[in-house]
């Protein structure tokens, strides 16, 4: 490229740069900057035409003027034309006010296209990159549209100079991620990967940046690349470190191209050729080797160079995670850099380390670090650095080293920074639960938790103590005991009271017997904090209070003393007001059987992956959206993962305080007492978010709770996912997914269930039948913490279902919250009789992507069965009735499930058909008669149901006045067995 | 990956900065006031990674003038660290001993930004979304 001396500057715009600089104020900026605009204007306007020099000389002036935020609305013209100039140092100028002054819409882009289009097919190396470097720099799709088609020819063919060739592979990957859709893939791909072995490193290093992105999207296209960069990265690194002369940095050879290489291979498995893997073995162990010689200088810059390939160099050792003896170097070398002085190369020694503590192979040389990876927890001066400590101290725990971990992660956790605390919390909570080898000291450190750090200890993190306390009874007198010690301190957090509340209520009991904590002093204890609390803690201490009532017969009188007060009575708050009239009447009216049944001990809760858990991952978890995207979004939502959890309101919380009792249903306490069910307590503790309001104790969410076995997971890989983001039209939907036709079956014979599940989204189904109407009950649940958006689900009637069958569905919501759930009523009637079922399709995106599924309703034409009733008589008088061949249909199948004849009963009934008894002389055979109902005739149905437990098999045998539905009905019940 | 370049003056004067992603200029300026704010408020004890939402950030101070260089999660920090050296050299021994002031005040304005020296080789090859080749040129009309 010509280098041009900085003589050649230009002096008007120099003078006019320092008169600028020498403005005493802001307005003297601006005056002066008008009678420079005031000037080009009449220049660029004058009759005179401008030489290529003054053109660029005034474009540069404009550049700089809008370069110090003026806004800039002539030239453009002037600039375009510089495009075409011949001389470097005028062509350059305009490309440079295209790319940093032109917006894509512009009108010129036709031009600017066009001078383009010439510079890319001069064959003048120079110009070929500067065009290239305006593409890229100006990014947008129209480029894209015009070019992207040209430089991926411009980058394989033979002639391109090596500057041309790097500017090309930059330029398209600036294309490619900006619209992948515009780089057309093609034979040239081949040739790319070839482009590894090119003479020159800048056109390698180049090549690498593309490789890796591209065969992100199609690995196998480029599998290639793996020997050839394993035997280029083996080149460079057996290098002296002079070899590659201009790509040396500080006796390094290629640092930076070596970590490419590397990146790249992370991109794949091991490879699979011995050979190739032979030497890429070697390479790593060149690396290691290389990390304890002596340095070739004594610069920084060097050794961090050197660096740089060792740090990428473990990470592809971590990656494959199959050489224990590389893993374990790796390890070592990296406890030596836990010592650096350096700051920069200790925090990514943590932080590499913390990567291969989850591998097997090197988990127990990670170990041999605690003490010192410990000694930075305590000492590090750099919160960033501490915090890497204490995610490794989290990574190296096991059962053996549980106690010492947990125990210098409570440490530090009083002196802690504010912004890391709720996850060290979360933390400990969760090595607490996992290591825990005696509960009592699960109790103590969860204890010791909310002691010092209560205000980080979240929802998840105490109910998941009470979840274990009340599962285990070897530890409920310890933690009884233990949180009435707690509850002693003057000062003791709100969570404290809350859990020592619970606790108390359940098994305040076990420690009655001992006068220090009779029963009066626990409730005195209690209540002394009772003022000090929030409504949320006081409406859960009322109901600890009132299950004092029955635990302690003898505090009735002082507590119903308390609930009777006026402020408690004419509490401002509903809640607790309506707490202490029910507390307080239940406590006077029901009997002591009554009060005993309605506050009995809490059952066991069912074992789930720890919410807690669940919590961590989504801190952590790859639902939060990146903060670039997020800026683009809105402002209010800026703190993702820096921030906490959005945690809901206490009272919209279904948390146990709220309906620990369940007795806000119960209207009034003189209705039958509700039982002290599991089911409330089941949705709180679920591991899905607990916060939606919709998520509350509805009747539908008990219902589903007690669902039967759900059904099988689907991967997610059976969501479709279609490109096009524009919302197809309602009837535009895809096939249903395979096991649609299976999970219409369990349908056919129950009403309600969970229809589909996978990892974003479950379905379940209520719904409901009667004469030829039918009313459904849709259940969209998110499993995950992120919102769908677009949500719509629509039911379609495929061919001339739509005559047969009419659903009218409501529309939902189109957001469905992390964790939330949404209902979905479907009003059905049916018209004549139908054979196939409607379809129902749900589309949503969920992340930025567009998930989509079909599955079948679950209406089969038995749902709207009318059982009937009849002697044996009327039916073999009506079976003969029905004896036209094709009336009857007929099925010997063999059984798939254990023949059970209450369970085959179970499932007849459950068709819809009555079963007449003393009709078949075989008293094993089922016989069943029932209408089905439809808006335009009615089709009577007679069933016989043979079973041969023998030969595990069944004969069914169907006879309708309608053939096909014989046949439908046949095929549809003999699935069931 | 890196997706943001940037040039902040201790003031909080952004005298430089490329993006290679999409970010719009009303929130760039907010983006760029809490990422100098981040690196600011640091010792030179601390370590010169910052993790700031969901990527993180790699600073060097040179004088008054910090460089800092937005990558996201799997990019190697060491090597994105040392490439700010690398580049700051570039400046150097283009502008021969480059200081803020130079980067700032700098009288003259070259146009030549095709000169061509070992150095800069890194720079080109180096950047994944290139083109700080431009961004050079750029900075060059803002001295």
């Known amino acids: 490229m010509p280098a041009v001396s900085k003589g050649d500057g230009m002096r008007g715009l120099a003078v006019f740069i320092s008169d600028i600089r020498n403005c005493k104020s802001k307005e003297a900026e601006i005056k002066r900057i008008n009678k420079e605009l005031a000037n080009i204007r009449s220049k660029f306007k004058g009759d005179k035409a401008l030489d290529g020099y003054s053109k660029k000389k005034y474009v540069c002036k404009l550049l700089f003027i809008f370069l110090l935020g003026h806004d800039i609305d002539f030239g453009h013209m002037e600039a375009v034309n510089l495009l075409s100039s011949n001389k470097y140092t005028e062509k350059q100028i305009g490309y440079l006010f295209i790319s940093v002054l032109v917006n894509s819409n512009s009108e010129l882009i036709r031009l600017i296209n066009n001078a383009i289009k010439n510079d890319l097919a001069s064959r003048n190396p120079t110009f070929m990159c500067l065009a290239l470097h305006c593409i890229a720099n100006v990014g947008s799709r129209e480029m894209g549209e015009a070019f992207a088609a040209d430089i991926p020819r411009i980058l394989v063919a033979g002639d391109s100079m090596d500057s041309v060739k790097q500017s090309a592979a930059l330029c398209l990957l600036r294309l490619y991620k900006a619209s992948p859709d515009l780089v057309p893939m093609g034979e040239w791909t081949a040739r790319v990967v070839h482009l590894l072995n090119d003479q020159h490193m800048g056109v390698v290093t180049a090549a690498v940046s593309l490789i890796t992105c591209l065969c992100k999207k199609n690995p196998d296209d480029f599998k290639t690349c793996i020997s050839l960069a394993v035997s280029r990265l083996s080149r460079i690194v057996s290098s002296a470190s002079t070899d590659l002369q201009d790509y040396t940095y500080y006796f390094v050879p290629a640092p930076w191209l070596s970590v490419k290489l590397l990146r790249l291979l992370q991109c794949y498995p091991p490879p699979e050729d011995a050979a190739v893997k032979g030497r890429l073995v070697e390479c790593l162990e060149t690396v290691l080797n290389k990390a304890q010689e002596p340095p070739k200088s004594k610069k920084v810059q060097h050794s961090n160079a050197k660096n740089a390939i060792l740090f990428e160099t473990i990470s592809l050792i971590i990656h494959y995670d199959s050489e224990p003896n590389l893993l374990v170097r790796a390890c070592n070398q990296l406890g030596q850099f836990l010592q650096h002085r350096e700051t920069n190369l200790r925090y990514l020694a943590l932080e590499s380390m913390c990567t291969l503590a989850s591998s097997e192979f090197s988990h127990e040389a990670v170990k041999t670090h605690i003490d010192t990876v410990i000694n930075a927890l305590k000492t590090e001066r750099d919160v960033s650095v501490r915090q890497r400590a204490a995610d490794l101290l989290y990574a190296m725990c096991d059962r053996s080293n549980a106690k010492q971990i947990v125990s210098e992660m409570l440490r530090y956790l009083e002196t802690a920074d504010y912004a890391i605390r709720e996850e060290i919390v979360l933390k400990v909570a969760i090595l607490a639960e996992k290591y825990a080898v005696d509960y009592s000291w699960y109790v103590d450190t969860i204890l010791n938790l909310i002691r010092i750090a209560g205000d980080y200890v979240s929802e998840e993190v105490w109910y998941r103590v009470l979840q274990i306390v009340t599962n285990r009874d070897d530890v409920q007198g310890y933690a009884a005991k233990t949180v009435f010690e707690a509850l002693q301190a003057p000062a003791c957090h709100e969570n404290m009271v809350k859990v020592g509340g619970y606790i108390l209520g359940e098994f305040g009991n076990l420690i009655a017997g001992d006068p220090r904590s009779s029963p009066p002093v626990q409730f005195s204890l209690l209540h002394s904090k009772f003022h000090l609390c929030s409504v949320a803690t006081r409406a859960l201490l009322l109901s600890t209070y009132i299950k004092f009532i029955n635990l302690f017969p003898e505090t009735k009188a002082t507590i119903q003393g308390v609930l009777r007060a006026g402020s408690q009575l004419r509490n401002a708050d509903v809640e607790l007001q309506q707490r202490a009239v029910e507390y307080l009447t239940l406590s006077s009216v029901a009997s002591t059987d009554v009060l005993a049944t309605v506050l009995e001990e809490m059952p066991p809760f069912p074992e789930r992956e720890s919410s807690i858990l669940a919590k961590l991952k989504r801190k952590k978890g790859p639902g939060a959206a990146s903060a670039l995207d997020d800026s683009r979004r809105d402002t209010s939502n800026s703190d993702i993962n820096g921030g906490v959890e959005p945690t809901p309101s206490t009272v919209s919380t279904p948390s146990p305080s709220a309906d620990l009792l369940g007795l806000r249903a119960a209207p009034s306490p003189a209705a039958p007492p509700v039982p002290v069910g599991g089911n409330l307590l089941v949705d709180v503790f679920s591991d899905g978010p607990t916060a939606q309001p919709s998520l509350g104790p509805t009747p539908e969410e008990a219902f589903l709770s007690e669902l039967e076995p759900p059904a099988p997971e689907s991967p997610m890989a059976l969501l479709a996912d279609p490109a096009p983001a524009a919302d197809p039209g309602p009837e535009d939907i895809g096939p249903p997914i395979p096991e649609a036709d299976e999970l219409l079956n369990k349908f056919v014979c129950k009403n309600s269930g969970v229809l589909f599940e996978n990892q974003l989204l479950q379905i379940g189904v209520k719904s409901e039948f009667r004469q030829n109407l039918g009313r459904m009950y849709l259940f969209y649940g998110n499993k995950t913490s992120v919102q769908f958006q677009n949500f719509s689900p629509t039911v379609v009637h495929p061919g001339d279902l739509q005559t047969q069958l009419a659903v009218q569905t409501k529309r939902v919501a189109a957001q469905v919250d992390g964790g939330a759930q949404v209902q979905q009523v479907l009003n059905i009637e049916c018209l004549r009789d139908f054979l196939t079922p409607p379809l129902l399709s749900v589309r949503f995106r969920y992340g930025g992507t567009a998930q989509s599924l079909t599955l079948k309703l679950p209406v089969t034409i038995n749902k709207f069965f009318q059982p009937t009733e009849m002697a044996a008589q009327d039916f073999f008088q009506r079976w003969k009735q029905l004896s036209l061949p094709l009336q009857e249909a007929q099925k010997i199948f063999k059984a798939n499930h254990p023949m059970d004849a209450e369970v085959t009963k179970a499932k007849l009934l459950g068709f819809g058909s009555a079963l007449l008894d003393n009709v078949d002389p075989n008293p094993e055979n089922f016989v069943g008669a029932g209408i089905i109902q439809t808006k335009a005739l009615q089709v009577g149905c007679l069933l016989r149901l043979e079973p041969n437990v023998q030969a595990q098999m069944y004969r069914l045998t169907l006879r309708t006045s309608k053939e096909p539905v014989s046949r439908h009905l046949c095929e549809l019940l003999a699935q069931q067995f | ?143």
Not at chain 2, 21 to 31: A, F, N, P
Not at chain 2, 34 to 48: A, G, P
Not at chain 2, 51 to 58: P, V
Not at chain 2, 78 to 98: G, K, P, Q, T, W
């Open chain 2, 1 to 143: 990956m890196i997706k943001f370049f940037l040039m902040v003056n201790k003031q909080g004067q952004t005298r430089l900065s490329k993006y290679y992603e999409h970010v719009e200029i009303s929130k760039r300026t907010l983006l760029e006031t809490e990422v100098i704010k981040s690196c600011l408020s640091r010792s030179s004890e601390q370590c010169s990674f910052v993790e700031y939402k969901d990527f993180k950030l790699i600073y060097r101070q040179y004088a008054a003038l910090f460089i800092v260089v937005g990558v996201n999660d799997n990019e190697n920090e060491m090597a994105v660290y040392e490439f700010i050296h690398n580049f700051v050299e570039v400046l150097d021994e283009y502008f021969s001993r480059v200081s803020e002031l130079d980067v700032s005040f700098s009288e003259h304005l070259p146009v030549a930004c095709g000169k061509a020296h070992s150095r800069y080789n890194h720079i080109s090859a180096v950047t994944q979304e290139g083109f700080l080749y431009e961004a050079l040129a750029v900075l060059e009309l803002t001295l």
